[in-house]
């Protein structure tokens, strides 16, 4: 049978490293933050806890513990929680980094609860690489390479692909989508033009580049991605 203080350091344990993934997650004010990571953290460490430990007295010759089920479901079950942090806003989905670190943090908790003080250390430390660390990276990296959404209004019969190709040089390559929607008894034409590879730096370039073209009235951002 596992010792008294053990058994509360395993759970101590499973709370201070699911609450140091869940601090990461609560600067960023997301709605599973630091109590939610503790809370299944220390949840996953005590169902490994009641698995491996609570059927002592049962046990015999002809029966066999399997402590292994009961850390599948939390496994298994723990993604119903997940799948409650995930949402989908304005085209985008938010809540999936979130939703995998609860899942990965209760894994955290079997680690402890079974023991494996070490793997379970080593997970959370990997784990606030992956949040903290590399996050400055992943953020530098969609600035590079987020689209840029223009609405283009020009003179009705002189706005063209042509015209904005040309103003657009070299970077015409970076063109996703282009659509020219002819006017209808007014005096403009209208392009929606979709860039890729757009930093935050050539946004401006880019737009004064087109407002300079021939037949060209306003360029107006419509949305950045």
Not at 67 to 95: H, T
Not at 112 to 119: D, E, K, M, V, W
Not at 205 to 216: D, G
């Amino acid at each position: 049978m596992l010792a008294q203080w053990e058994l509360v350091l395993r759970l101590v344990l499973a709370a201070a490293l699911g609450g140091a993934i869940g601090w990461e997650r609560e600067r960023l004010l997301w709605a599973a933050g630091l109590r939610t990571h503790m809370l299944v953290s220390l949840g996953a460490c005590l169902a490994m806890i009641v698995s491996a430990y609570a059927f002592q007295d049962v046990l015999g010759a002809h029966v066999v513990l399997d402590p292994s089920r009961v850390a599948a479901q939390v496994v298994s079950g723990i993604g119903f929680l997940g799948a409650g942090m995930i949402i989908f806003r304005n085209e985008a989905v938010k809540g999936l980094t979130t939703a995998a670190s609860v899942w990965a943090v209760a894994g955290v908790g079997l680690a402890a609860g079974s023991g494996l003080y070490t793997a379970a250390v080593a997970a959370t430390l990997i784990m606030l690489v992956i949040l903290a660390g590399l996050k400055p990276i992943e953020e530098q990296y969609r600035a590079t390479h987020a689209s840029l959404d223009l609405r283009i209004l020009g003179r009705r019969g002189e706005l063209s692909a042509g015209v904005v190709e040309g103003a657009l040089g070299p970077r015409s390559s970076r063109i996703k989508r282009l659509v020219l929607q002819p006017s209808e008894g007014g005096d403009e034409d209208e392009i929606r033009l979709v860039l890729s590879r757009v930093s935050p730096k050539d946004t401006a370039e880019l737009i004064r580049s087109i407002e300079n073209a021939p037949a060209v009235l306003s360029v107006e951002e419509a949305r950045s991605g």
